[in-house]
């Protein structure tokens, strides 16, 4: 039987009075590969917060590892948009994973953070990277980069925000694929606007516009995404080329 990692009950959160998340229930256990679809201000990355303990729900209960999420989310991972990244900040690979480690010591970096910190580039396969500035990356590989840093502190589950939405589709594919091997380790939430791609390689996928429409399966109906999107779509053809959304007024 699976643990749980993450239980949301009821959970309702509002921006100047207009809903951001309306009754959210959701349950992710360990394992799990979760992709969280939906439109730009369905609260895909509200959901996050909300999760990392970032943002208190105004009614309903949040638990991460069966704690409060200001004490469980020491268990997670947390890989945020890229383009939320300054690029020009000068600091080298190696030093941008160690960050990962910050808040476990009050001086400096062990040499337990190092072999972790090494041990991580090399599950992501950037180790030859590591002492170059991250302005020399390319958009994949900086993703890389940034999951070796969640995957410092040895997470049980791994949030990733739209991590693929500025990296080309053969590189996309090439992360995907690094991610079905990161969930032998971590439960992993993803949010993207890929419909197609997520269909393709996640074991769950959750379609959210304010409220949760569907959770459990990667099966989805034409209904549930023409509720999540307000506009009609075709059904996901999983491991094939397909056209997601119809021509729509």
């Known amino acids: 039987m699976n643990t749980e990692v993450v239980r949301l009950e009821d959970v309702w959160v509002y921006y100047d009075n207009n809903p951001a998340l309306e009754g959210v229930n959701l349950s992710i256990e360990d394992g799990d590969f979760l992709g969280i679809i939906g439109p730009n201000g369905g609260g895909k990355s509200t959901l996050l917060k909300v999760i990392l303990g970032l943002i208190r729900p105004v009614r309903g209960k949040v638990s991460v590892f069966g704690l409060p999420p200001e004490k469980g989310r020491t268990r997670i991972g947390y890989v945020p948009q890229s383009a939320l990244f300054d690029r020009n900040f000068p600091i080298s690979v190696f030093e941008v994973v160690l960050m990962g480690r910050?808040?476990?010591?009050?001086?400096?970096?062990?040499?337990?953070?190092?072999?972790?910190a090494?041990?991580?580039?090399?599950?992501?396969?950037?180790?030859?990277f590591k002492d170059r500035g991250i302005d020399e990356l390319s958009g994949g590989e900086l993703q890389r980069v940034l999951v070796a840093r969640a995957l410092a502190t040895r997470p049980g589950l791994?949030?990733?925000?739209?991590?693929?939405?500025?990296?080309?589709?053969?590189?996309?594919?090439?992360?995907?694929?690094?991610?079905?091997?990161?969930?032998?380790?971590?439960?992993?939430?993803l949010v993207s606007h890929d419909i197609s791609a997520v269909s393709v390689y996640v074991d769950k996928i959750a379609c959210l516009n304010r409220q949760l429409f569907y959770h459990g399966s990667k099966e989805i109906s034409p209904e549930i995404i023409d509720m999540t999107y307000g506009c009609p779509v075709d059904l996901i053809a999983h491991g094939a080329s397909h056209r997601v959304l119809k021509e729509h007024r």
């Open 118 to 128: 090494e041990v991580a580039l090399n599950k992501v396969e950037m180790s030859d």
């Open 158 to 189: 791994l949030l990733l925000d739209e991590p693929t939405s500025n990296v080309d589709l053969p590189t996309q594919r090439s992360f995907y694929e690094l991610l079905g091997e990161l969930k032998k380790e971590a439960a992993i939430v």
């Open 102 to 116: 910050l808040g476990r010591l009050f001086h400096g970096f062990s040499k337990e953070d190092k072999a972790e």
